[in-house]
């Protein structure tokens, strides 16, 4: 039987340059989950965020899916159309380290 998703990504993180790359990325999975958490939540299909917004539910679904890159006004969008509202923060890196 293969390997399932946390297996193998497990198994690739042992990869210094893969490590970096993923965690570089963090950021983006949050917004992602996000969205689709927040969607969920407030029991909205994409098409209805769509309505509530004014932002196409294909480009919701790009979001969803990854491919998209919102701007701060889109989040913002989305946010108050899932009656949300967007809090941004910078936290330290490594300690405060650069």
Known sequence: MGKNFRETL???MKDPEFRLEWEALEPE???IRA???????????????AAATGIAQADISR???GTGNPSLRTLK??????????????????????
């Open 63 to 65: 979001l969803e899916n």
């Open 29 to 31: 999975r949050q917004i």
């Open 35 to 49: 969205i689709i958490e927040g969607r969920q939540l407030n029991d909205l299909t994409q098409q209805q965020l």
């Open 10 to 12: 497990y198994d690739q």
């Open 77 to 98: 969008r989305l946010a108050a159309g899932m009656g949300m509202r967007l809090k941004l923060e910078f936290i330290p890196n490594n300690g405060g380290q650069r």
